[in-house]
């Protein structure tokens, strides 16, 4: 299961996670490969996001509002740093409904404007850490106005929050989460084709490894 489900109760998840962890760590040891409805579910038909040429596509698909996708969120980043160059490593905001819906088209707002990079991280801390911005009802000037502290205009920034193009992002990305099996946050997808399956943040990681050397080996074939 992925680790956070939108309505997850977080205690008992952390206390699962913290029994779980040696095992974790025991699973995916060096040269262990990863087992097919253990440590990821193959899709079937299953294709990439956003197929590059090339590449080896890894999606992340999370969530602004989820507390676990903060807490993965310097571990994911310092892993795909050092991904090689033929891996492509693509954010997915899950519209998953509600107070998650804002928050995604933040995400793409950001982007369309230039400003994921420098916000990304930030806006995980102003939800999570400092309550800057509040996890749910956030009117898109609240949003706006965070964006405003990194050079946006609110008015632009809210209005393409609102865009046509945004919403046919998020159409997108809801289908392609259907397809894929998604049911939670945050859940790594290699090439389209496995979704990992895992009970710690190092075991996402390491499994996905795993299975980006089985994608590189099987084209090479």
């Known amino acids: ?3 956070s489900l939108p309505a997850l109760n977080r ?3 952390a206390a699962v996670l913290f029994v779980l962890a040696p095992f974790a760590a025991l699973a995916q040891s060096p040269g262990n490969v990863p087992v097919a409805g253990v440590d990821y579910v193959e899709i079937a038909g299953g294709e990439p996001f956003a197929a590059a040429p090339g590449k080896i596509e890894v999606v992340e698909v999370f969530g602004y509002t989820c507390i676990h996708c903060a807490h993965f969120e310097p571990l994911v980043s310092a892993w795909k740093a050092g991904l090689p160059d ?3 490593f693509v954010p997915v905001p899950a519209p998953f409904g509600g107070y998650w ?3 995604a088209q933040a995400f793409h707002a950001a982007q369309e404007l230039g400003l994921l990079d420098r916000t990304h991280a ?3 801390r102003a939800l ?3 309550g800057s911005l509040p996890i749910a009802n956030a009117t898109a000037a609240e949003i706006a106005g965070f964006y405003a502290g990194y ?7 809210a209005k393409a929050m609102a865009s046509d193009a945004t919403a046919a992002k998020l159409e997108r990305a809801r289908g392609f989460l259907r397809r894929s099996g998604v049911e939670g946050t945050p859940t790594l997808i290699v090439a389209g084709r496995y979704r990992v399956t895992a009970d710690s943040f190092q075991e996402l990681l390491d499994i996905a490894g795993a299975l980006i050397e089985r994608e590189r080996a099987r084209r090479r074939r």
């Open 122 to 124: 930030a806006m995980f």
């Open 11 to 13: 205690v008992v998840l």
């Open 1 to 3: 299961m992925p680790l």
């Open 101 to 103: 819906v804002p928050y």
């Open 86 to 88: 033929d891996v492509s």
């Open 151 to 157: 050079g946006a205009d609110p008015g632009q920034f």
């Open 128 to 130: 999570h850490e400092t």
